[in-house]
C-alpha cells in the first residue's frame, strides 16, 4: 500500500507536515478528517536506494518468526486481530516489519482478508504459511496455526544455524591452507630456489616440481582465475536448470557423510512440512504441491515427491505412492503406513520430524568431527610437503660445507 507525504492544517491555523500510508488520496483525506486535519497538499513517499539497501530493510527469518509468535499470544488473549495488528505495529523490534504489519492492518480495515493482505508481501511471507495461515482463517484455529508455524519455523532456523556452524570450521581449513600454499610456494620457495641456484646446488626433484608449479601459477594466473569464473558460472546455470539442478542434487546425496546429512534435512523438513500442514487441515493435494516447490531444499527428492503425488493422484495411497517414487527411506515408508491404517498420519510425521531432526543434528555433529582430523592431516601433508622441498636441498648444502 502507497506512503503520503502530506501537508495540513489544524484547527488553529498551524500547518502540520507528516506521512500516513492509505490506499488513494480519499482514504489519506478521510483519515487526516478523523485526526481534525485539513488536508492542503500530498505526494506519493517512495525510499531511496540508499535507505532500502545500505540501512537494513531486510525482512528476516527472525523478523517473521517473533511476529507470528506475539500475534497468536495476543489473539489468544481474545484481542480482535486489528487491535492484535495495532500491538504488534508498535512493538515489533524490526523497522521495516512494524511498516508491512501496519499495511495489513490498513488492508483488513479496508475489507481484505488477513491471508489476501500478507499475500502482498512476497518476499516476507511464503507459500506455506499463507496457506496454513489460510486454513485457520477458514477453520477458525487461527492463533493454533500461528503457533504451529512459529515453531516449525523457529526448528528450520535452528536446522539453518546448525548448518553453518558446521560450515565454519573446514571454510577456515581451506583458507589456511590457501594461505600457507600461496606464501611458501608463491615467495619463499623462489627466494631460496634463486639462491641454492647461485650456489650451484642441484634441486631434489621435489623441490624443482613444486617450483615448476609456481612458474606456471604465476605466468599464467590470470587465464586459471579466468577458467574458475567460467566454471563457477556454468555450474550456476547449469543447477538453475530442471535437469541439471536434479542431476546435482541428487549425486550430492551419494557424497560420503554430507549426503547423510542432505538426506535427513530434507526429510524432517518433508515430516515437519507435512505435519504442519495437515494439523492445520490442508488437503493432501495442497500440502503435495506446497512441498514439491523448493521446500525440501533437494530438487532430486522434490522430483520424487512429484512422482508420489502423480500416483495418489491416480488413486494410490500415500504410502505407495512414495514407495513407487523410490529413493525415500524405509523408516518413512513404514511410519506413513501406519499412519494411514491408524488415522494418525500427522503425529506419524511429526514423530519422523522429530527422529530426523536427532539424526540431522547427528551427522552434521560426525561430519564435523570427521573433518577435524582430515582437515590436519590435509594440512600436515601439504605443509610437511612444501617443508620437504626445502630442507632436502638445505640438507645437501651443509653436507657440502
Known amino acids: ?26 482514504e489519506l483525506e478521510a483519515k487526516l478528517v478523523d485526526k481534525d486535519l ?7 513517499h517512495t525510499d531511496g536506494f540508499f535507505s532500502k539497501s545500505i540501512l537494513g530493510e531486510r525482512i528476516g527469518n527472525r523478523d517473521i518468526i517473533e511476529f507470528y509468535h506475539r500475534l497468536y499470544q495476543t489473539l489468544e488473549l481474545g484481542l ?14 524490526s523497522r521495516p516489519m512494524r511498516r508491512i504489519v501496519d499495511e495489513i492492518r490498513i488492508a483488513i480495515e479496508n475489507g481484505s482478508t488477513f491471508t489476501s493482505a500478507m499475500a502482498r508481501f512476497p518476499k516476507a511471507f511464503g507459500k506455506l ?53 600461496g606464501v611458501w610456494v608463491g615467495y619463499v620457495l623462489p627466494q631460496l630456489a634463486g639462491l641454492l641456484t647461485q650456489m650451484g646446488v642441484d634441486l631434489p626433484v621435489m623441490t624443482r616440481f613444486i617450483l615448476n608449479l609456481s612458474h606456471f601459477a604465476q605466468k599464467w594466473w590470470a587465464v586459471i582465475t579466468l577458467a574458475v569464473v567460467l566454471f563457477c ?62 521446500v525440501l531444499g533437494n530438487r532430486y527428492l522434490e522430483m520424487l515427491l512429484r512422482k508420489a503425488f502423480d500416483a495418489v493422484q491416480r488413486g494410490d495411497s500415500i504410502s505407495d505412492g512414495f514407495d513407487k517414487a523410490g529413493g525415500f527411506p524405509p523408516l518413512l515408508l513404514g511410519a506413513i503406513r501406519n499412519g494411514e491404517a491408524t488415522g494418525t498420519m500427522d503425529k506419524s510425521f511429526k514423530r519422523l520430524g522429530n527422529y530426523y ?22 594440512l600436515g601433508g601439504i605443509f610437511g610437503f612444501i617443508v620437504l622441498s626445502i630442507l632436502l636441498p638445505l640438507y645437501d648444502v651443509i653436507g657440502k660445507f
Open 1 to 26: 500500500m502507497p506512503k503520503f507525504r502530506y501537508q495540513a492544517i489544524d484547527n488553529t491555523g498551524r500547518l502540520v507536515k507528516g506521512s500516513l500510508v492509505a490506499a488513494s488520496d480519499r
Open 38 to 44: 485539513t488536508l492542503v497538499s500530498s505526494r506519493l
Open 80 to 93: 480482535p486481530m486489528l487491535s492484535a495488528l495495532e500491538e504488534n505495529a508498535v512493538q515489533l523490534p
Open 129 to 181: 504459511d499463507l496457506a496454513i495461515i489460510r486454513m485457520g482463517e477458514e477453520t477458525g484455529v487461527l492463533p493454533k496455526c500461528l503457533k504451529d508455524l512459529s515453531a516449525f519455523l523457529e526448528w528450520r532456523e535452528d536446522i539453518r544455524s546448525t548448518v553453518k556452524r558446521a560450515a565454519i570450521y573446514p571454510s577456515f581449513v581451506v583458507l589456511v591452507i590457501v594461505a600457507v600454499i
Open 233 to 294: 558460472i556454468f555450474a550456476y546455470l547449469f543447477q538453475r536448470t530442471d535437469k541439471g539442478g536434479v542431476l546435482l542434487h541428487q549425486h550430492s546425496l551419494n557424497l560420503p557423510i554430507i549426503g547423510g546429512v542432505i538426506l535427513n534435512i530434507a526429510m524432517a523438513r518433508l515430516s515437519h512440512n507435512f505435519a504442519t500442514m495437515y494439523q492445520a487441515g490442508m488437503s493432501i493435494n495442497g500440502i503435495f504441491e506446497i512441498l514439491s516447490e523448493n
Open 357 to 378: 531432526d536427532k539424526e540431522a543434528k547427528r551427522t552434521v555433529q560426525t561430519m564435523i568431527s570427521a573433518i577435524e582430523p582430515l582437515s590436519v592431516i590435509m
